[in-house]
C-alpha cells in the first residue's frame, strides 16, 4: 500500500484517479482550498503558493492536477491568465514541498498536448518542438514550475494529456449534440485529434505514479489519432445517430470564442513513451474506446 496525495480529486480525472487508487489498496490524501470536511482532506491554498509541508509525511507519490478547466469559461484576458496562473501555482507550490520533503516523493504532474500547437499531419512525438500557441506558452510555463523538484533531484513526468474521452467533461457536449442528431465534423473535421479513454489516462497515470525511472514528459495518448470526422463518425455510429451535421470553422468560434483554435487544431501524436515502458492500452484502438465510451 502506498500512500499518495492528489491535487484537483474532484475534477474529472481527479475522482477516477483518486477511486482507482483506492480499489488498489492505495491510501490517499486530497489537497482542497476549502477547510476540510473528511478525514482524508488536507487544505492548501496555490493560489498563494501555501502548502503545509507535513502533508507530506510518509507520502510515496503526489499527483497535481489542480488547474482552472481551458473550455470552462470564454477566453477573457482575465480568464487566460487564470488559466496560466492556476497551473504554475499549483505545480510551484507541490514541486517546491516535494523539494524540501525529507524522503523521496514521486511528483506525477498534469500536462497537455497543447504544447505542440497546431501541426496539421506532422508526426509527434514526446521530442518534438513546441508549438507557438497561446496554450504552448501555457504548457511550457507549467512544466517549468515544476523546476524546484526537478533541481533538488526528485523524480518528475509530466502528462501531456491528450482529448479525454469520457462521459463527463468536453467530450460530454459532443456526445449530447450526437444523441440528438447534431453530430459532425468541425470545419471539415480533417484535424487530427489524439485522444484516450479516461479508464486509460488514469491507468496511464498509475503507470507513471509506479515507476519512478520515467522522467519528462509523457504522451497519454492512445497510439491511433485520427481525424475528427472518424472520432465523431464512430461515436455516431455506436449511438445509431447520423453525424453529418457540419460545423463551420466561424460557428465554432462564434460558440465558444477563442478556445476554438485549440479545439480546432490538429495533433497527430505517435510517439509514445508509455508503451514504450510497459503500459498497455485497455482500449488502443477507436473502435474499442468508443464502444466503451457509449456505454
Not at 496555490?46 to 507530506?56: G, I, T, V
Not at 518542438?129 to 511550457?140: E, L
Not at 517549468?144 to 468536453?170: D, F, K, Q, W
Amino acid at each position: 500500500m502506498a500512500r499518495i496525495v492528489v491535487t484537483g480529486s474532484s475534477g474529472l480525472i481527479g475522482s477516477a484517479l483518486v477511486t482507482a487508487l483506492r480499489e488498489r489498496g492505495d491510501e490517499v490524501v486530497r489537497l482542497v482550498r476549502r477547510p476540510p470536511r473528511a478525514p482524508d482532506e488536507l487544505q492548501w491554498d496555490p493560489s498563494s503558493r501555501h502548502m503545509d509541508p507535513s502533508a507530506l509525511d510518509g507520502v510515496d507519490g503526489l499527483v497535481n492536477l489542480a488547474s482552472a478547466g481551458p473550455g470552462d469559461k470564454r477566453w477573457t484576458a482575465s480568464y487566460k491568465r487564470e488559466i496560466l496562473a492556476s497551473r504554475v501555482n499549483s505545480t510551484h507550490t507541490v514541486a517546491t514541498a516535494v523539494a524540501n520533503a525529507d524522503h523521496p516523493v514521486r511528483l506525477v504532474c498534469a500536462s497537455a498536448t497543447g504544447y505542440y500547437g497546431d501541426r496539421g499531419d506532422e508526426p509527434l512525438t514526446e521530442e518534438s518542438a513546441p508549438g507557438s500557441t497561446f496554450f504552448t506558452d501555457v504548457v511550457t510555463a507549467w512544466e517549468a514550475a515544476a523546476a524546484p523538484a526537478v533541481t533538488a533531484g526528485a523524480s518528475v513526468a509530466y502528462c501531456r494529456s491528450g482529448i479525454i474521452l469520457a462521459g463527463g467533461g468536453p467530450m460530454s457536449r459532443l456526445l449530447t449534440l450526437t444523441r440528438f442528431g447534431l453530430g459532425g465534423p468541425m470545419a471539415g473535421g480533417r484535424m487530427y485529434w489524439s485522444w484516450i479513454t479516461l479508464a486509460d489516462e488514469v491507468g496511464a497515470i498509475l503507470h507513471l505514479l509506479d515507476r519512478p525511472e520515467i522522467t519528462g514528459p509523457v504522451n497519454l495518448v492512445s497510439r491511433e489519432p485520427v481525424h475528427q470526422r472518424d472520432l465523431v463518425e464512430a461515436v455516431a455510429r455506436a449511438m445509431h445517430r447520423p453525424s453529418f451535421f457540419p460545423a463551420p470553422r466561424f460557428g465554432v468560434h462564434l460558440v465558444v470564442g477563442e478556445f476554438a483554435a485549440e479545439i480546432l487544431s490538429s495533433k497527430r501524436i505517435v510517439g509514445d513513451v508509455l508503451v514504450e515502458t510497459g503500459f498497455r492500452h485497455q482500449h488502443p484502438d477507436l473502435e474499442s474506446a468508443v464502444r466503451w465510451l457509449v456505454d
